[in-house]
């Protein structure tokens, strides 16, 4: 008796089941569809930050205008805008972004070395980090304008103060981290290193940090943007000099124009820095994929 298979007869043998496969045909064989064009995650993101911001700024325009608030709550765009065009006139207003420039620069610099160097000692010694990490969460959420009149008693008012503290702030979330970055590396990565006989120098800089390189980016993201804070919120307690300072004193002269148009210069200071750091890290991103 014979036995059918898919279509064909063969032997009886075992009475096991017999697959026959068949030959690969033009049908069988997956169609690949056009791929369809579309906008970059980052061109979109853009695209619609320009948006919003377009949006805002039309709103602003036409409350003010039409009466819907108070200009002196919030002048129109235009009116913003112009205050703008204003300062770059101004030689006051240059010296203060220098000044500012500097602070930020300084704390950014700091902070970010300060972090690394950290999250790499607490990631080396597992102990200690234990031991501090508590600490820095918990001093995490304390307002550094606390600290600001300790400060001004050991350094003075003076730009050094405000850049000690900013880079507090700073500091913070780059150890932090760069410590999560560290300690999520698959072990291994570090015993193949050590397998293949890799010096310390090249485990390091070879290994950990471009694995850990997405934590490391995020908490620079956020070191610059705390170092932008702290010194801007510095400068605006008790500082002499800078864009913090002079919001404050456009705000207690009751001058809302200027005042309006040094917090516009902050907003678009802000904006780039974050821009910036947003463009390092889809680099980084994609150089581990690619």
Known sequence: MMTSVMGGDVEPGT????????????????VQ?????????PLISAGATAGLLVVMAVVAEVGARSGWWRASTL?????????????????????????????????ILFGSTA???SGLLFWKLPTLGRIFEPYLVSFYAVPMVLFYPLAIVVV????????????????????????????????????????????????????????????????LRLGVVYALIGSIAMEFVTAQAGLGYRIRY???????????????VVLVLSVLLTALLAGLERLVVKGRTS
């Not at 569809?33 to 995650?41: A, I, K, T, V, Y």
């Not at 405000?162 to 300690?183: H, R």
């Not at 456009?250 to 917090?263: G, K, L």
Request: aromatic share 8%.
């Open 156 to 219: 003075g008012i003076n730009a050094s103060s405000v850049v000690i503290l900013a880079t507090i702030m700073a500091t913070i979330p780059v150890a932090l981290n760069t410590t999560v970055g560290l300690n999520g590396i698959r072990p291994v990565y570090l015993k193949l290193s050590r397998s293949l006989q890799c010096k310390p120098h090249q485990m390091l800089f070879s290994i950990a940090l471009p694995a850990a390189a997405p934590f490391i980016v995020a908490g």
């Open 33 to 41: 569809l056009p791929r369809r064009w579309r906008l970059s995650d």
């Open 15 to 30: 009475g096991d089941d017999v697959s026959i496969e068949r030959p690969d045909t033009e049908s069988d064989r997956p």
């Open 75 to 107: 002048p129109a765009t235009s009116t913003m805008l112009s205050g703008v065009a204003g300062l770059m006139d101004d030689p006051q207003f240059w010296s203060d972004l220098t000044r500012s420039g500097l602070e930020i620069g300084l704390a």
């Open 250 to 264: 456009y705000y207690e002269i009751f001058d809302n124009d200027r005042m309006f148009a040094y917090i516009l």
């Open 115 to 117: 972090g690394l160097l």
